[in-house]
T-cell receptor
Framework: EPEVTQTPSHQVTQMGQEVILRCVPI?????FYWYRQILGQKVEFLVS????????KSEIFDDQFSVERPDGSNFTLKIRSTKLEDSAMYFC???????????????FGSGTQLSVL | AQKITQTQPGMFVQEKEAVTLDCTYD???????LFWYKQPSSGEMIFLIY??????QNATEGRYSLNFQKARKSANLVISASQLGDSAMYFC?????????????FGKGTRLHILP
C-alpha cells in the first residue's frame, strides 16, 4: 500500500535553531496536512495545504512556522526559531485520491520526533 | 468547547472480549465525517474506520464497527474478539464540511490495554 514518508524519524536541535521536517505525501494525493502530538497528549492540527497554498492553520501555527511544497513530491514544515515547547511528534498526512472509495481518510506518516534542548 | 469527547482515558479488557470505545462529537454542520485511528506504541497513526454523516448504515471493517447514533452525536468504536495486538491508543476524530481540505480534529484518545 502506498505510504506517506517522513524524514528524519528523530531530530534533536538547540533552542533558537531552525529545523525543517520533510514529508513525501502519497503521489496522487492533493491535500496535505501537518499535525503535532506533544508526548501523551492529543493530536493537534497545525496546517492544511492545497493547490500550493495554505487552506487553514491553527493558532499554534504562528509566524515561526511555514510550509512549502518546493517540488512535485516534497512537503516541508519549517520552524524558524525553535522553542522548548515545540518538542513533539510531528505528523504529516495527505488525502484525496481519484479513488472515491478511499478519499475520506487521512494517511499519516510515521512521524518525526522533534526534541528541542 | 470540545468538538470530540472521549470519556475513557484508559481501559483494561480481557483478550477475546468485545470492546466499546466511546466517542461523542459536537457539530452544527449537517455534513461531516467521523474517523477512528489507532496509535500503537511505535507511534504511527493507523486508520481504522470511517463513517459519513449521511451514511445510512453503520460502518464495518473486519473486527471494527462503528456504532453511529446520529441523534445522540455518538460514534463509538466496537472491536470484536479483542487481541493482544489491539493494545494501543485509540483516537476518535471528525472532519466538518464537504471540502477535502477541511481539517480533521482529534479527541484526547483512549488507551486500551488487552490482558492475556
Amino acid at each position: 500500500e502506498p505510504e506517506v514518508t517522513q524524514t528524519p524519524s528523530h531530530q534533536v536541535t538547540q533552542m533558537g535553531q531552525e529545523v525543517i521536517l520533510r514529508c513525501v505525501p502519497i503521489s496522487n494525493h492533493l491535500y496535505f496536512y501537518w499535525y503535532r502530538q506533544i508526548l501523551g497528549q492529543k493530536v493537534e492540527f497545525l496546517v492544511s495545504f492545497y493547490n500550493n497554498e495554505i487552506s487553514e492553520k491553527s493558532e499554534i501555527f504562528d509566524d515561526q512556522f511555514s510550509v512549502e511544497r518546493p517540488d512535485g513530491s516534497n512537503f516541508t514544515l519549517k520552524i524558524r526559531s525553535t522553542k522548548l515547547e515545540d518538542s513533539a511528534m510531528y505528523f504529516c498526512a495527505s488525502s484525496e485520491t481519484r479513488d472515491r472509495v478511499s478519499n475520506e481518510k487521512l494517511f499519516f506518516g510515521s512521524g518525526t520526533q522533534l526534541s528541542v534542548l | 468547547a470540545q468538538k470530540i469527547t472521549q470519556t475513557q482515558p484508559g481501559m483494561f479488557v480481557q483478550e477475546k472480549e468485545a470492546v466499546t470505545l466511546d466517542c461523542t462529537y459536537d457539530t452544527s454542520d449537517p455534513s461531516y465525517g467521523l474517523f477512528w485511528y489507532k496509535q500503537p506504541s511505535s507511534g504511527e497513526m493507523i486508520f481504522l474506520i470511517y463513517q459519513g454523516s449521511y451514511d445510512q448504515q453503520n460502518a464495518t471493517e473486519g473486527r471494527y464497527s462503528l456504532n453511529f447514533q446520529k441523534a445522540r452525536k455518538s460514534a463509538n468504536l466496537v472491536i470484536s474478539a479483542s487481541q493482544l495486538g489491539d493494545s494501543a491508543m485509540y483516537f476518535c476524530a471528525m472532519r466538518e464540511g464537504r471540502n477535502r481540505d477541511d481539517k480533521i480534529i482529534f479527541g484526547k484518545g483512549t488507551r486500551l490495554h488487552i490482558l492475556p
